[in-house]
């Protein structure tokens, strides 16, 4: 494999199962310096990954985190934004606590990690930052209500943020999501899932190797005229 971003420093939220377990993996066998954040202990051990136990909502924690990454003077390349929890329901049944908890981990921990990462982009005048977003943003289907105004929001988010840090020569772009075989869709129901699929144009999951190639893309030098878009895998718009 070419190590395409040897050298670099990512910030990896959400990274100690799952999605963000693949995207830190995928990294590291790049060269690239992680640093994960995740509400759990650390999952495993790798040659330059450092693991930092923080709620992402929690904008003291995160700051704190960002602290660490600043002393070690490495500076940072890449944010990808990946922490999220899903509650499926219709709106008159979905528990409140489920609710604030989407808002909270979802939108405000994106804004959280995409503030503080700035602040050291800014510093070298480069960087890529990149959402986790999911087609139900613009499936919107029934009983998803919360989960899918929260990856709306940070679409919208994404936008904002690419004007005021463009001048900066920062990105920022949101890779939407289709199915993907991960822990958390055993928090969403198989009906729900099996809308989505039956929606897109290409009809069918999406794999780890889907992600990874669009990914690589958004976080090269080869994007660096590409900010505030919204790429969605499987076909959507």
Do not use: W
Request: some cysteine; glycine content about 10%; charged content about 15%.
């Amino acid at each position: 494999m070419t190590q395409a971003h040897a050298g670099k420093v990512a910030v990896v939220s959400g990274s100690r199962r799952g999605l963000g377990r693949l995207i830190t993996e995928h990294l590291l066998e790049q060269g690239v310096t992680v640093h994960g954040i995740a509400r759990g202990e650390a999952s495993f051990e790798a040659a330059g990954y450092t693991h930092h136990v923080a709620d992402v909502a929690d904008a003291a924690a995160v700051d704190a985190v960002f602290r660490h990454i600043r002393g070690e003077r490495m500076g940072l390349d890449y944010l990808i934004n990946n922490a999220g929890v899903a509650t499926s329901g219709f709106a008159m049944m979905l528990p409140p606590t489920a609710a604030s908890e989407m808002v909270s981990t979802n939108l405000l921990g994106t804004f959280h990690l995409s503030r503080a990462a700035a602040k050291l982009m800014t510093k070298r005048r480069t960087g890529r930052i990149v959402n986790i977003g999911s087609i139900m943003a613009v499936v919107e289907p029934a009983g998803g209500s919360i989960y899918a105004a929260t990856k709306a929001a940070i679409e919208t988010l994404a936008h904002v943020l690419a004007k005021e840090l463009g001048p900066v020569g920062i990105t920022c772009n949101t890779l939407g999501l289709s199915v993907i075989e991960t822990d958390m869709l055993d928090t969403l129901s198989r009906d729900l899932l099996n809308t989505i699929v039956a929606s897109m144009p290409i009809a069918r999951p999406a794999t780890p190797a889907d992600v990874m190639n669009v990914l690589d893309f958004l976080l090269s030098d080869a994007s660096g005229y590409i900010t505030a878009q919204t790429i969605y895998l499987g076909g959507l718009h």
